[in-house]
Protein backbone atom coordinates (compact mmCIF):
# COMPACT_ATOMS: atom_id res chain seq x y z
CA UNK A 1 0.00 0.00 0.00
CA UNK A 2 1.57 3.15 -1.24
CA UNK A 3 1.76 5.89 1.78
CA UNK A 4 3.13 9.41 1.16
CA UNK A 5 3.38 11.17 4.19
CA UNK A 6 4.06 15.44 4.39
CA UNK A 7 6.08 16.93 7.40
CA UNK A 8 7.77 20.39 7.94
CA UNK A 9 4.92 22.42 7.99
CA UNK A 10 4.25 25.31 10.71
CA UNK A 11 3.15 28.67 11.14
CA UNK A 12 5.96 31.38 10.51
CA UNK A 13 5.84 35.16 9.64
CA UNK A 14 6.00 36.36 6.44
CA UNK A 15 9.60 36.59 4.36
CA UNK A 16 10.75 33.65 6.73
CA UNK A 17 11.59 29.59 5.44
CA UNK A 18 10.38 26.34 5.96
CA UNK A 19 11.13 23.12 4.37
CA UNK A 20 8.55 20.44 4.34
CA UNK A 21 9.42 16.90 3.25
CA UNK A 22 7.69 14.39 1.71
CA UNK A 23 8.15 10.46 2.16
CA UNK A 24 7.01 7.38 0.31
CA UNK A 25 6.29 3.92 0.92
CA UNK A 26 4.69 0.77 0.08
CA UNK A 27 5.81 1.61 -3.62
CA UNK A 28 5.01 -0.85 -6.72
CA UNK A 29 7.66 0.39 -8.38
CA UNK A 30 11.53 2.22 -7.19
CA UNK A 31 11.08 5.73 -6.38
CA UNK A 32 12.74 7.28 -8.81
CA UNK A 33 10.64 6.23 -11.74
CA UNK A 34 7.74 8.77 -9.86
CA UNK A 35 7.15 12.33 -11.04
CA UNK A 36 6.64 13.97 -7.79
CA UNK A 37 4.86 16.71 -7.25
CA UNK A 38 3.61 19.53 -4.93
CA UNK A 39 0.47 20.94 -4.36
CA UNK A 40 -1.74 23.28 -2.33
CA UNK A 41 -5.23 24.30 -0.99
CA UNK A 42 -5.66 27.18 0.74
CA UNK A 43 -9.38 27.65 2.95
CA UNK A 44 -12.25 28.41 0.10
CA UNK A 45 -10.02 27.74 -2.65
CA UNK A 46 -9.56 25.06 -4.85
CA UNK A 47 -6.02 22.60 -4.74
CA UNK A 48 -3.66 24.27 -6.96
CA UNK A 49 -0.42 22.94 -8.51
CA UNK A 50 3.09 24.53 -6.62
CA UNK A 51 6.29 22.45 -8.17
CA UNK A 52 6.86 19.16 -9.39
CA UNK A 53 10.34 17.27 -10.33
CA UNK A 54 10.05 14.70 -13.15
CA UNK A 55 10.89 10.94 -12.63
CA UNK A 56 12.83 11.26 -15.72
CA UNK A 57 16.22 13.91 -15.51
CA UNK A 58 14.76 15.33 -12.72
CA UNK A 59 13.36 18.10 -14.37
CA UNK A 60 11.85 20.50 -11.90
CA UNK A 61 8.39 22.82 -12.96
CA UNK A 62 6.76 25.42 -10.83
CA UNK A 63 3.74 27.61 -10.80
CA UNK A 64 4.68 31.51 -11.21
CA UNK A 65 3.53 32.26 -7.90
CA UNK A 66 6.31 30.05 -6.45
CA UNK A 67 9.08 30.87 -8.78
CA UNK A 68 12.41 31.56 -7.92
CA UNK A 69 10.94 31.48 -4.14
CA UNK A 70 10.87 27.73 -3.87
CA UNK A 71 13.29 24.80 -4.60
CA UNK A 72 11.60 21.12 -5.23
CA UNK A 73 14.26 17.82 -4.79
CA UNK A 74 14.53 14.41 -4.14
CA UNK A 75 16.50 11.93 -2.76
CA UNK A 76 15.89 8.61 -4.12
CA UNK A 77 18.17 6.75 -2.04
CA UNK A 78 16.17 7.70 0.80
CA UNK A 79 12.96 7.71 -0.95
CA UNK A 80 11.89 11.74 -0.25
CA UNK A 81 11.10 14.60 -1.88
CA UNK A 82 11.56 17.95 -0.55
CA UNK A 83 10.05 21.40 -0.95
CA UNK A 84 12.26 24.20 0.36
CA UNK A 85 10.53 27.43 0.62
CA UNK A 86 11.83 31.01 0.80
CA UNK A 87 10.56 34.53 1.41
CA UNK A 88 7.16 33.12 2.66
CA UNK A 89 4.23 35.30 2.37
CA UNK A 90 0.80 34.91 3.77
CA UNK A 91 -0.93 34.19 0.26
CA UNK A 92 1.68 30.81 0.64
CA UNK A 93 -0.76 29.85 3.62
CA UNK A 94 -2.51 26.41 2.64
CA UNK A 95 -2.62 22.13 3.17
CA UNK A 96 0.29 21.29 1.25
CA UNK A 97 0.17 18.04 -0.63
CA UNK A 98 2.76 15.82 -2.05
CA UNK A 99 1.51 13.66 -4.87
CA UNK A 100 3.51 10.76 -6.95
CA UNK A 101 2.66 9.30 -10.04
CA UNK A 102 4.71 6.70 -11.56
CA UNK A 103 6.50 7.59 -15.17
CA UNK A 104 4.45 10.98 -15.22
CA UNK A 105 4.44 12.61 -18.16
CA UNK A 106 2.73 15.62 -17.07
CA UNK A 107 3.54 18.36 -13.93
CA UNK A 108 -0.09 19.45 -13.16
CA UNK A 109 -2.50 16.82 -13.20
CA UNK A 110 -2.83 12.63 -13.13
CA UNK A 111 -1.32 12.04 -9.94
CA UNK A 112 -2.71 8.53 -8.39
CA UNK A 113 -1.08 9.06 -4.89
CA UNK A 114 -1.51 11.62 -2.64
CA UNK A 115 -0.54 12.43 0.84
CA UNK A 116 -3.12 13.66 3.81
CA UNK A 117 -1.43 16.88 3.83
CA UNK A 118 0.64 19.55 6.19
CA UNK A 119 -0.24 22.88 7.50
CA UNK A 120 1.93 26.23 6.66
CA UNK A 121 0.30 29.34 8.01
CA UNK A 122 2.16 32.54 7.00
CA UNK A 123 1.17 35.46 8.86
CA UNK A 124 2.10 39.11 7.56
Known amino acids: QVQLVESGGGMVQAGASLRLSCAAS??????????MGWFRQAPGKEREFVAA????????TYADAVKGRFTISRDNAKNTMSLQMNSLKAEDTAVYYC???????????????WGQGTQVTVSS
Open 26 to 35: GLTFTFRYYT
Open 99 to 113: AAQMYGIADTYGYRY
Open 53 to 60: IRWQGDTT
